[in-house]
């Protein structure tokens, strides 16, 4: 790459950011956390081709759409594995996940367990609405009891899932809850798990006025709730702690509720690869290949 | 051997040294005797002494126990398949006996382990029967705790012997093979294989000596195909892959997994399969093509996502090793029933590319023709394969890797404006732009399974979706057109043209070979390039009176298998039909040929 020409552009502008025009309803939660995104993109001065936007199936996951840069819609529940193909092979890109609730603990709950505990580094947020919005209401993973909903219209009768406990429990490294309501709070945790070195993992409250009008007025101060910050004393290293606070009822507490220092999958994988390159570096592929079929004579 | 005109007596002394062109020996024991590691040996030997081998066998599908049989076939002049009938019979059990001494041509050798057999007094006269007790013997020799434990190594002995094989290179390689491990190991090895070698055969009246091979201009190597189709993805540059365990394909990730390090690439094991295909396709997205791979039932779950590779036009590799289905079905047998699934396995008009190498050597160049068929037109490739390509060993000439060896790194030149669908791109071949490309215009695409317009933004537009689908079939179309015809084995006209695919190319040319001997009109060819087919393929069809397909698979409802059904419907041909079995065992020569009479008759009638 003619690196110099690249190194003196200007910084991006919000306008340089914006694609598509969002197709998500008047007041839906997802608008803040896209115009974050492109706060988070400017802070940092990442350019556009550094930027890699992965998502998955559903109205959250239209996302990559309404950004300018390298961007991937890729099948229901798949973003994670989708987005740890790119972490493994291409490790110089800025890289985002984003998805909904049902992408991510419904069709895409096995792969949610396993990024967690491969410490992907990549940062993955879920705006989490409680609801199947694309598909017109029908009951999620995290949709409470007693929820009506096509699906469920006599009141959702599954345990809900407590994405956080799921989180800590599959071996997360980085769990964090916000909402967006909360700008500043949501930046901040976005920037906090950008610079994470492992799986940084967002639950970003975001409602959907659609169909489910009011979901989390508790945790709003504008709707006569109340927005509680993770408490000063909490130990975000100490799993027990970050357990029952993730597991208090709404509206709970948002905040870093769990963060651990654990090698990333990358960098396993490259403390192996240095062993090996090690005795190959000076050597050409064909020639290392030599090696095995020479054995095969 | 037994049968062969080739055997001729050169020494009188006793015993004497009859000189052979081949020979086919079965051993057959239960799976944790280490049979296969007999039929190693003996094919690496070959390879070495230049002489041509194929190898054939059956585990089954457990951890420890049951039958397994390992065949190899080793020739000083062309080797086409592991051989219908065995000229020598190492039974260890009474089963192993009972079982596969139909498999033995008449006249034939029974080299048995009279510790474990009683031979059948009705078969006395029909076989040579040479008893030794190598169970017995092998502990005797080795001594210690193992038990008979290295006894397939005594056994190695005694076939070098009978065959008057090279002692020393075979010392040299049962050496190589334990290299690393504790010296006592290889000295037990060494001590099994010697008593085994030094073991009076007092009832052998004659040993054999191969006829010198000719002399072969580049070195052999041998290996099966699993190896050889992870080694091929090795040099065609991919570095990396992702999967998921299962038989036969495990070999082929253990392979990567394993090799991948020394290249700076990394092979990931994921929670399932469509976590592996979309690992594959995410790295494939981000410029370095990948490879995932699977068989039976892991290759349902793929489809989705290949699916959206198809839809997003992106390179992938999958490597399908087919084996026994549907679902769980036999896992360790071969079977050639996922053609259908990988030219169609995709809800939607979603066309992809399909190849299946035909021997084992083939495995390799297959690998490299897939990556940049797959690199050129966007496309996923499914490489198919089966059980029986995978397990078996061949020897080859030793590839010119200098030469095969590709770099595959990402292109992210800059570049003003791209647009990733552009629909007035000749024959529709188009690539995407990896993230890392720095785009001047300033407008970056979405790579997307939402039919889109040519920047990848979603469109409902009529129009769109017949244009976008017309692209990405007439890619395809357009790689049919540049492939090259398959070769005729035989002479390119005639009555009857066997048309075979994967693992039976070696027992179609044996037929064929033998059929024309006998005065029979019989040519055959192998399709390698099942979807697209090569352009022109009906030229071909035109020079026989009949065409018959003949499949490791099913009839299906409608009376044709799965690559007889697909040419049907290309052709409208009704000189095409098929012959198919689904015993999940390959195809033995002579099966081929009753099948070919028999259909010969029915049409007549």
Redesign the interface.
């Known amino acids: 790459?003619?690196a110099t020409a690249?190194i003196t552009r200007e910084p991006l502008k919000k306008k340089?950011l914006a694609?598509?025009h969002p197709t998500w309803c008047p007041g839906c939660g997802d608008f803040s956390v896209l115009a974050l995104y492109f706060k988070l993109i400017q802070n940092r001065g990442i350019?556009?081709?550094?930027?890699?936007t992965?998502a998955g199936i559903g109205c959250s996951s239209r996302f990559?759409?309404f950004v300018?840069?390298?961007?991937?819609?890729?099948?229901h529940g798949?973003a994670l594995?989708?987005?740890?193909?790119?972490?493994?092979?291409?490790q110089?890109?800025d890289l985002f996940v984003f998805g909904g609730d049902g992408d991510a603990f419904s069709i895409g709950g096995?792969?949610f367990?396993?990024c967690a505990r491969k410490n992907v580094n990549l940062t993955y947020v879920v705006m989490d609405n409680s609801v199947y919005g694309l598909t017109k209401k029908q009951t999620s993973p995290t949709s409470p009891i007693g929820f009506k909903s096509k699906t469920d219209m006599w009141g959702a009768v599954d345990q809900p899932i407590n994405p956080l406990k799921q989180a800590i429990a599959g071996g997360a490294t980085f769990v964090a809850r916000t909402t967006h309501t909360n700008p500043k709070h949501l930046l901040a945790m976005m920037e906090a798990a950008m610079d994470h070195n492992g799986f940084g993992f967002i639950e970003c409250l975001s409602e959907c006025t659609e169909f489910y009008n009011g979901a989390f007025d508790a945790s709003n101060p504008r709707k006569g709730g109340e927005f509680l910050e993770v408490p000063e004393d909490h130990d975000p290293t100490n799993e027990t702690e970050a357990y029952d606070l993730a597991g208090q009822p709404f509206p709970g507490h948002f905040g870093i509720v769990y963060q651990v220092d654990r090698p990333s999958k990358q960098d396993r994988?490259k403390t192996?690869?240095a062993?090996?390159?090690e005795?190959?570096k000076d050597l050409?592929?064909?020639q290392?290949?030599?090696q095995?079929?020479d054995?095969?004579? | 051997m037994s049968d062969s005109p080739a055997t001729k007596e050169v020494v009188s002394e006793s015993p004497k040294v009859s000189k052979v062109t081949e020979a086919v020996i079965r051993i057959a024991g239960n799976s944790q005797d280490g049979i296969q590691s007999i039929g190693g040996f003996l094919a690496?030997l070959a390879?070495?002494s230049e002489q041509e081998v194929m190898t054939f066998m059956t585990i089954p599908a457990t951890i420890s126990g049951g039958p397994s049989i390992f065949q190899v076939r080793i020739g000083s002049g062309e080797v086409l398949t592991s051989g219908d009938d065995a000229d020598v019979l190492m039974p260890f059990y009474q089963h192993s006996y009972e079982n596969h001494i139909g498999f033995l041509k008449e006249g034939g050798i029974v080299l048995y382990d009279s510790s474990h057999v009683e031979p059948d007094p009705e078969l006395l006269q029909k076989y040579r029967h040479i008893g030794c007790p190598i169970a017995e013997r092998t502990v005797e020799a080795i001594g210690g705790t193992a038990k008979d434990k290295g006894k397939n190594i005594f056994a190695l002995g005694l076939v070098a012997r009978m065959f008057d094989l090279d002692a020393a290179k075979l010392e040299g390689l049962i050496a190589?093979r334990f290299k690393g491990k504790a010296s006592s190991i290889t000295t037990t090895a060494l001590t099994a294989f010697h008593a085994g070698y030094g073991y009076p055969l007092t009832t052998l009246e004659e040993i054999y000596a191969f006829e010198e091979p000719k002399a072969r201009d580049a070195?052999?190597?041998?290996?099966n195909g699993n190896?050889a189709l992870g080694?091929g993805i090795?040099?065609a540059?991919v570095?990396?892959g992702?999967g998921y365990p299962i038989t036969p394909w495990s070999d082929i990730m253990e392979l990567l997994r394993r090799?991948l390090?020394?290249?700076?690439?990394?092979f990931?094991q994921?929670?399932?399969e469509?976590?592996?295909v979309?690992?594959?396709?995410?790295?494939?997205?981000?410029?370095?093509v990948?490879v995932t791979g699977s068989s039976g039932p892991g290759i349902s779950l793929k489809g989705?996502?290949i699916g959206?590779a198809v839809m997003?036009e992106i390179p992938l590799i999958v490597i399908d090793v087919q084996r026994g289905g549907p679902s769980t079905g036999m896992p360790t047998n071969v079977e050639q029933s996922d053609l259908n699934i990988a030219c169609f396995g995709g809800h939607g008009d979603s066309p992809r590319v399909v190849i299946a190498p035909a021997s084992v050597e083939d495995c390799f160049y297959t690998a490299i023709e897939a990556v940049n068929i797959a690199r050129k037109y966007s496309t996923p490739v499914i490489i198919l394969t089966d059980q029986a390509i995978a397990t078996r060993i061949e020897a080859f000439a030793?590839?010119k890797?200098?030469e095969?060896?590709q770099?595959i790194s990402?292109d992210?030149?800059?570049r003003d404006v791209h647009k990733p669908y552009d629909l007035s791109a000749p024959d529709g071949i188009t690539q995407h732009?990896?993230?890392?490309?720095?785009?001047r215009s300033?407008?970056?695409?979405?790579?997307?399974?939402?039919e889109h317009d040519e920047m990848g933004?979603?469109s409902g537009s009529p129009k769109m979706h017949m244009d976008m689908t017309a692209k990405r079939r007439s890619k395809l179309q357009a790689l049919g057109r540049d492939l090259e015809l398959p070769e005729v084995f035989g002479p390119e006209e005639g009555n009857v043209l066997l048309i075979g695919w994967g693992s039976t190319q070696g027992s179609l040319r044996e037929a064929t070979e033998q059929a024309r001997k006998a005065g029979d009109s019989i040519s055959c060819l192998t399709m390698r390039h099942i979807h697209p087919m090569p352009e022109g393929l009906e030229n071909i069809l035109d020079g026989f009176n009949h065409v018959f397909v003949v499949e490791n698979n099913d009839e299906g409802l409608y009376g044709y298998g799965q690559l007889c059904g697909l040419m049907r419907a290309k052709f409208a041909n009704p000189k095409i039909v098929g012959i198919n079995k689904t015993d999940g065992l390959t195809w033995r020569v002579k099966d081929v040929l009753a099948h070919v009479q028999s259909k010969l008759g029915e049409l007549k009638s």
């Open positions: 790459m003619s690249e340089d694609a598509d350019h556009h081709e550094k930027i890699a992965v990559p759409y300018q840069g390298h961007g991937v819609h890729f099948i798949r594995p989708f987005a740890t193909g790119i972490a493994m092979s291409r110089d890109l096995n792969h367990t396993h994988e192996i690869n062993k090996f390159m005795k190959t050409e592929a064909h290392i290949l030599q095995n079929f054995k095969m004579k | 690496q390879g070495r190589e070195d052999q190597v041998v290996c190896d080694y090795l040099a540059g570095r990396f992702a090799e390090p020394k290249y700076d690439g990394i990931v994921c929670e399932d469509i976590a592996a979309s690992m594959a396709i995410g790295s494939s997205w981000g410029g370095r990948a989705e996502a959206w997003a030793m590839p890797l200098k095969l060896c770099d990402p992210l030149t800059p732009a990896p993230p890392g490309t720095h785009i300033g407008k970056y695409p979405v790579v997307t399974g939402l933004h979603p």
